[in-house]
T-cell receptor
Framework: SQQGEEDPQALSIQEGENATMNCSYK?????LQWYRQNSGRGLVHLIL?????REKHSGRLRVTLDTSKKSSSLLITASRAADTASYFC???????????FGKGTRLSVIA | DSGVTQTPKHLITATGQRVTLRCSPR?????VYWYQQSLDQGLQFLIQ???????AKGNILERFSAQQFPDLHSELNLSSLELGDSALYFC?????????????FGPGTRLTVT
């Protein structure tokens, strides 16, 4: 069953704009991770944020986590056409356990 | 390249048949996970193995089974295939431990049941 729900389901922006995707989940978690998937290919890990962290940065990515609201957001700044992909949030109850994925946000960045 | 390999890349077979999907984890990773991705169900966890032992089970049908061998590669067996089993099957591996680690995904096997 899906733990997370991403919002929006699809997002279309111009190159250079920022893209924000949101994820909500239902149960207490150990950590939340974001993955990217290019059309029909394998998932690539982007960033991991632990339940005791509120914000994390990696290059053009910024992730926030609000455990009181059971929600997270992924911000991609200065987007590029190469950022076009589906983005998934995934929660983990503890280390070495399965990921529970949301349904994903399809991002299209138009050059 | 994640370091996780999966074979075959594509598989087309008929209903009622049986197939085996193979996964080799990243060097040193003891945990292997299998996920199914379909349009209607999204990404769903099927089963996890850790150092040869089954560790966790998700939404895996009784017609499906898996194992992890001493060299840590894993196989997912799907039998009595139905049209609804058509999906992308991913294998992922991770470092074992109590700390949270990312999972590294293979390129997937696209199964089409006709």
């Amino acid at each position: 069953s899906q733990q997370g729900e991403e919002d929006p389901q699809a997002l279309s922006i111009q190159e250079g704009e920022n893209a924000t995707m949101n994820c909500s989940y239902k149960t207490s978690i150990n950590n939340l991770q974001w993955y990217r998937q290019n059309s029909g290919r394998g998932l690539v890990h982007l960033i991991l944020i632990r339940s005791n962290e509120r914000e994390k940065h990696s290059g053009r990515l910024r992730v926030t986590l609000d455990t009181s609201k059971k929600s997270s957001s992924l911000l991609i700044t200065a987007s590029r056409a190469a950022d076009t992909a589906s983005y998934f949030c995934a929660t983990q109850l503890s280390g070495n356990t399965p990921l529970v994925f949301g349904k994903g946000t399809r991002l299209s960045v138009i050059a | 390249d994640s370091g996780v390999t999966q074979t075959p890349k594509h598989l087309i077979t008929a209903t009622g048949q049986r197939v085996t999907l193979r996964c080799s984890p990243r060097s040193g990773d003891l945990s292997v996970y299998w996920y199914q991705q379909s349009l209607d169900q999204g990404l769903q966890f099927l089963i996890q193995y850790y150092n040869g032992e089954e560790r966790a089970k998700g939404n895996i049908l009784e017609r499906f089974s898996a194992q992890q061998f001493p060299d840590l590669h894993s196989e997912l067996n799907l039998s009595s295939l139905e049209l609804g089993d058509s999906a992308l099957y991913f294998c992922a591996s991770s470092v074992a431990g109590s700390l949270p680690y990312e999972q590294y995904f293979g390129p997937g096997t696209r199964l089409t049941v006709t």
